[in-house]
């Protein structure tokens, strides 16, 4: 089975590609990440028609998440549940069981800026992520976690460590969120794989970040050690981030042995 994620940072501007890149990549199950629309307005006939079945939570203009798949949708839910979401409304975690494995895109709060409300509330939301696991789930199901987490997590995940002093992203307390969830029971299973520095998976639209290779790996595919150990290959897709109007993110694959 192929999953995968990708922040396509505005669906109605990137349907088209999109669209494209399901034909080429094939991925089974699909999380998506910052659609930027309302419920009604998701386009699940566009993905019906290409094979896919497809839940979505959005607000409209900003965030949303969605999960796609071609081996079956169920036992959806959204948010996290009878846990205070600190930014409640937002529209940043979707779940649902795909193909006997428990699929949840999240999108991750920005966080602005260190030492602002934002970035506070960005630490008690990965808290609340933590909680909702711990509450919702068990180390040992197959559950796979994906989607924009707005943090590197290690200094080799962006291009310049230096560069990033004092931003949000790359902070102790954010990563220390991460590793909390790792501590939990899930895997990085991209870095489970390749160990490589500058394999990024974001570059900025200004100053040709992009060609330049200024980057991060921001995007992450956690799963409990169970799926984890079904991951047989990955592989972060950046030719969906050339061309004409592309994303700032590149979607990534795991594939999983049956």
């Not at 995968?4 to 940072?9: A, E, F, G």
């Not at 169920?74 to 975690?93: C, K, M, N, T």
């Not at 992009?210 to 409990?224: K, N, Q, S």
Request: charged share 25%; proline share 5%.
């Amino acid at each position: 089975m192929r999953i995968t994620t990708w922040n396509v940072n505005s669906l109605k501007v990137r349907l088209p590609r999109v669209e494209e890149w399901l034909q080429y990549a094939q991925p089974d199950v699909v999380c998506l990440q910052e659609t930027k629309l309302s419920d009604s307005a998701f386009p699940q006939l566009a993905f019906s028609a290409l094979g896919y079945e497809s839940v979505h939570y959005g607000q409209g203009r900003w965030n949303g998440v969605a999960i796609l798949s071609r081996v079956g949708i169920e036992d959806v839910s959204h948010g996290f549940g009878d846990i205070d979401d600190p930014y409640a409304g937002d529209a940043r975690l979707l779940a649902a069981t795909t193909g006997g494995v428990r699929v949840v895109s999240a999108y991750v709060p920005n966080g602005r800026a260190v030492g602002t409300e934002f970035y506070d509330r960005k630490l008690a939301w990965l808290g609340c992520l933590h909680d909702w696991l711990t509450t919702h789930a068990d180390p040992s199901d197959d559950l796979a976690l994906l989607g924009d987490f707005n943090v590197a997590p290690e200094g080799r995940d962006v291009w310049d460590p230096k560069a990033f002093e004092g931003s949000t992203h790359v902070t102790e307390p954010e990563r220390a969120a991460l590793t909390r969830l790792r501590e939990w029971g899930l895997v990085d299973v991209f870095r489970r794989l390749y160990s490589q520095e500058r394999l990024f998976t974001y570059w900025d639209y200004r100053a040709g970040d992009f060609h330049e290779g200024r980057g991060m790996r921001i995007d992450l595919a956690y799963m409990t050690k169970p799926l984890a150990e079904r991951v047989r290959f990955a592989l972060i897709d950046r030719n969906a981030r050339k061309g004409k109007q592309p994303s700032d993110h590149a979607p990534m694959l795991i594939d999983l042995e049956a």
